[in-house]
């Protein structure tokens, strides 16, 4: 499909979790994603209140995959996307709550 | 002292923590830290195995000083920094401890 590796839920890291985090798109990504399960990708980037092209979205979704926090499928021409928490959860309990559950930053 | 602004908690932002915490060397301190309590700096760049300039211990210094995670005192010559655990648990409840709890990363 795509040339970008999601890691295993054992091999995650913890610097490049929280890097992928630290960004207010992604976070909206990952909170939209938190509360609608899986989603049609540009649904995602429209209904998340994101202001952003296409690529610079790709660019986004490939920091979040690699990063382990998401995982991307393609049926038929579409990409959906969905929040990997069970496996976030496994490897660094607690962290995803912590971060869905602070306060919401103002609308990027 | 110097010129980096220390936030209030209340004014601490998500992915600015986020950014702070996700660097080894950034992790490395804020683990000491939190098992050491204030610490002289020059003591946590030997102490947490950093293998770094003190210019560039300084570089990260600040940039968990603008995020909030860590106070700098200066006392005669020499300068002491602690984490600011309770102000970051009261601003973002259970971040810090997943965060402390996680697998350690491999020394860096």
Known sequence: M???VEPDAAD???????AALADP????????LARNGESWCTQVMQE?????SKSTF????RIMREA???TKRIQGAKGYARLRKDDVDRRFPGLLDSVLNAE????V
Request: aromatic residues 2%; charged residues 20%.
């Open 2 to 4: 795509d040339d970008v």
């Open 12 to 18: 995650m890291q913890l610097p490049r979790v929280l």
């Open 25 to 32: 798109h992604r976070l909206a990504s990952v909170r939209f």
């Open 48 to 52: 998340a209140g994101l202001a952003l």
């Open 58 to 61: 790709s660019h986004h979704l």
């Open 68 to 70: 382990g926090l998401v």
């Open 104 to 107: 919401a930053p103002a609308r």
